[in-house]
Every structure is written in C-alpha cells, then in structure tokens.
C-alpha cells in the first residue's frame, strides 16, 4: 500500500525514551528513533510552544524515520519542568550540547546533524555558533524565526555567519515569522554554505490554506524529502 507520492505506507516505529543528563544532576527527556538500515541522524529541537512529543515534531521524526534518518529529540528544560518561559540562551544552549553528545553516542557511525523547529533551530544554531558541535556536519531548520511576528527584520540571523557548517532552511513561503523576501536575503548572504526550500503557501507551522490546494501533509513530505536527500550527501 502506497501513499500519492509512492511512499510505501508503514506503522511508525515507537520511540525509545531515554534520559540526558545536562547539569549538576539535573536531565530532560529525550526520544530515539532509528529505523533499520539509518543513512544519516538528526538531533532535533522543539519550538518554543510545544514540546518533543507534539505531533508536529513526530511527524517530523517519524517522517525522517520512513525515509531513513534516525533522530533524536529532547525537552528544554523549561519544558521539562512545565513551564511557558522559553530558557535563557545559556540554559537552552547547554541542553543543545548536552543532547549533542548523547546523540553522538546513539549515532556513532552516522552521520550526524543538528537543528530543530523555530525556537529549537534557533537555539542549535546559537550553539553552533558559539562553539562548534563535535561531529555535526551541517543545520538542519525547520521554520527558522527569523524575526517576531509582524516585526520584519534580520537582527535573529546575525550570529549565523559565524556558524561554518553548512545550513539547509526549510521554510513556507506564507511564514509570518520569516518575511520571504528578508529570509532570501538572508540565505544569500550565507553563500554556499546555505540552502534553502521553500514550502509553497505554507505558514510557519507548515500549513497551507486549502484554497492552495496543497494539504499539509504534502508540504511536509516536500519539506523532508528534501532534508532526507540534503543529509545523504553531507
């Protein structure tokens, strides 16, 4: 049984939970999906309103899973505890690294990216700005926040031209957090370490209005088809 675009369609793998420990005795939870026969892994971040186990990010996973990428997802820490304040960036970025280095050990012979939705691709990239991500061979953003809602700008973006990694940008051409023509700009100036695909009409959960006669479910398979092929020659 196929899916329309071909895609065998199978029962998702359960994830395994596991627990990552960040600091002085502290941990967040964490999620390991590796299909048999993994080409490439993903650490992957949540955004900022929802956790790992939303059904946006297991679609994500589990979508990565079908077409042969392992991931690993884990909560913030404010999101561990029950919070809606997103963390510090210090905070968010030690979890970034925290999870990196678990992901290195589940992942030891595949090749290994980073990133995550909106405020998790923030953060990562934030991070791998900073100080790079042992073994990370590229960024991968889902809806990446280049600016506040109804606030156009590019202040978000500044610390990626320190970021040597190549960075693919999955984005919907309708993403109020990500004005089109500013988050081209922005992608161009990266040079060749940057790529970017756009999901037509979709908004910054990667919605499409049904007047575009696109349903949501194609625009992702669109989205990580291209993040798949994107991963396999990294």
Known sequence: MTNDGGRAIVAPMAPEPIAIPI??????????????????????????????????????????????????????????????????????????????????????????????RSFGARMTSQAQAEAPLARVRGLVFFAFPLHPAGKPGTERAAHLGAVQVPMLFLQGTRDALAELRLLERTVAGLGGRATLVLGAEADHAFHAPKSSGRTDDAVLAELLDAAAIWMARG
């Open 23 to 116: 600091a002085a005795g502290a941990q967040v939870s964490g999620l390991w999906l590796a299909p048999p026969g993994a080409k490439a892994a993903l650490l992957l971040a949540h955004g900022a309103g929802v956790g790992m186990t939303h059904r946006s990010m297991a679609a994500i996973a589990e979508g990565l899973a079908a077409r042969q990428v392992a991931s690993l997802r884990y909560q913030f820490p404010y999101m561990e505890r029950g919070s809606r304040r997103v963390d510090p960036p210090a905070i968010a970025h030690a979890a970034v690294r925290a999870a990196a280095a678990e992901a290195r050990v589940r992942a030891a012979d595949l090749p290994l990216f980073a990133g995550g």
